[in-house]
């Protein structure tokens, strides 16, 4: 082990046991090129991450502002109007999601459960426990 290394683990195994940290030997360390560039480069990171992200919180700002004046039980409720005319709704777009759902679910569940009871209890070590393990974590 390096002694950066070693004095990052010293520092961390005296903070947890409640000694004192040598503030010198951490000082030294702080000063290696090594930590220099890993800090500067986080300091990058961090720096590039908040301006990918200016315009992608401007854009939500923008849909909020100008999307919030529509915003209301119409656009739930009322079916999405023909080409070119304004108004309307997402009414059967939340209907339809909601059969797909209840329909998957329907399948899946009982499927899931059976497959769940046949691997606890009937036959533990089989193939087809392990298939169905397999399809499980899948």
């Known amino acids: 082990m390096n002694e950066v290394t070693q004095?990052?683990?010293s520092a961390a195994a005296a903070s947890a046991?409640?000694?004192?940290?040598?503030?010198?030997q951490l000082e030294r360390s702080l000063r290696r090129p090594r930590t220099l560039v890993s800090f500067c480069l986080s300091c990058l990171?961090?720096?590039m991450t908040v301006l990918a992200a200016v315009p992608l919180f401007s854009v939500l700002i923008m849909l909020i502002w100008?999307?919030?004046?529509?915003f209301g039980?119409?656009?739930?409720?009322?079916?999405?109007?023909?080409?070119?005319?304004?108004?309307?709704?997402?009414g059967n777009a939340i209907v339809g999601t909601l059969l797909v759902v209840l329909i998957g679910?329907?399948?899946?569940?009982?499927?899931?459960?059976?497959?769940g009871v046949?691997?606890?209890?009937?036959?533990?070590?089989?193939r087809v426990s392990g298939l169905v393990r397999f399809c499980a974590k899948l």
């Open 7 to 9: 004095s990052t683990a």
């Open 17 to 24: 046991t409640g000694q004192e940290v040598d503030l010198r």
């Open 45 to 47: 990171c961090g720096g």
């Open 66 to 70: 100008r999307g919030g004046r529509q």
């Open 73 to 90: 039980w119409d656009l739930f409720t009322e079916l999405p109007p023909a080409a070119g005319m304004s108004g309307g709704g997402i």
């Open 105 to 115: 679910a329907a399948i899946s569940i009982p499927i899931g459960v059976l497959g």
């Open 118 to 126: 046949y691997v606890a209890e009937v036959d533990l070590d089989s």
